[in-house]
């Protein structure tokens, strides 16, 4: 096992921004990732487990533990013939727009709504990502789940039940004891050209309307749970849109707020999409922290709401 020391971590995440981890290894096994948890035990130390890097702040101080970048990259194909449903197995590693790619080629819907979204499947079925407006999450797909429980080093599976999927959250999200190492996901016959289609036009808009050309982590907060009818009424006046699950979109709060192009240091709120904290060139996560503090206050004292981060903090 190549573990090394002092390895920076800005390279690794979508943000570009944090410092070393005390600790780094890649791991391409499972029984590498067994053989790292094992060096973890000995030294004492935190593990944190990085996928594709989307979705994370590192502090500029690091992580003193032990990083391990899962390449866990394999992905098999099972197609049932005569039946409507096939099962598409992926290690946690796999990217998880060549997943949707591949799942189109082969014929298959149900993921299109992932188009254009970083990071990997392990960190997607972790967090249950997904696209509110094309109304598609990972729970939708996901049949079972294989992790390692750090524990007590055992391999164990989640049907979808156990995975206790909720907006933006899971078990696994819940403990972090809990290694995800594959998921098994359920998807549906469909119509090659049409997915290939939707594909382009939910490419096309998510460059329109996201920040494409400053490192970020994908979306900063959660959409809140909003119960201010008044409030409601005036989101689907100004926006012609209805709300979802009583939830009102972060990014319109923000930019009601007056925030869309704020700075703080290297750090703005996206001109293009006011949920896109990025990085301008030499953003630090101080820049960052605070700049997401400033946003959380004027959104408070605006609307009486209390905005909380999607990206997960490391190192802090």
């Known amino acids: 096992m190549n573990i090394q020391e002092n390895i920076p971590l800005a390279p690794y995440t979508t943000f570009k921004i944090g410092g070393p981890a005390r600790f780094f290894c890649e791991a391409k096994s499972e029984e590498k990732i067994l053989e790292a948890l094992k060096f973890a035990r000995e030294k004492n130390l935190s593990v944190f487990v990085l996928g594709g890097g989307s979705n994370v702040l590192v502090s500029d101080k690091g992580f003193d ?7 866990l990259s394999a992905w098999r194909l099972y197609l049932h013939d005569g039946d409507s449903i096939s099962i ?149 006046t100004d926006t012609g849109q209805k709300i979802r699950d009583d939830k009102i979109p972060a990014p319109w709060l923000i930019e009601e707020a007056g925030l869309k192009g704020q700075k703080n240091g290297g750090a703005m709120v996206s001109e293009k999409h006011a949920n896109f904290i990025v990085n301008t060139g030499k953003a630090t996560a101080e820049d960052v922290i605070t700049l997401a503090a400033i946003i959380k206050t004027k959104v408070r004292n605006k609307f009486g709401i209390q905005l909380q981060e999607e990206v997960q903090m490391v190192g802090f």
């Not at 533990?65 to 390449?71: A, E």
């Not at 819940?174 to 469909?190: P, V």
């Open 65 to 71: 533990g032990l990083v391990i970048k899962i390449k």
């Open 88 to 236: 598409l197995t992926c290690d946690a590693g796999c990217v998880l727009s060549k997943i949707v790619s591949e799942s189109v080629k082969a014929g298959l819907t149900g993921l299109e709504w992932a188009a254009g979204i970083p990071g990997t499947i392990g960190g997607a079925v972790r967090g249950n990502a997904g696209a509110r407006a094309l109304g598609g999450e990972m729970a939708d797909a996901v049949e079972s789940v294989k992790v390692l429980d750090v524990d007590d080093l055992q391999i164990k599976t989640y049907d979808l039940r156990m995975c206790e999927y909720e907006y933006r959250n899971s078990v696994f999200k819940q403990n972090s004891n809990l290694i995800i190492l594959s998921a098994k996901l359920k998807l549906k016959k469909g119509d090659k050209a049409a997915s290939e289609k939707k594909i382009q036009e939910i490419l096309t808009k998510r460059k329109e309307k996201q920040p494409m050309e400053f490192p970020s982590p994908g979306s900063f907060f959660k959409n809140p749970l909003v119960k201010d009818k008044k409030l409601i009424q005036q989101f689907e």
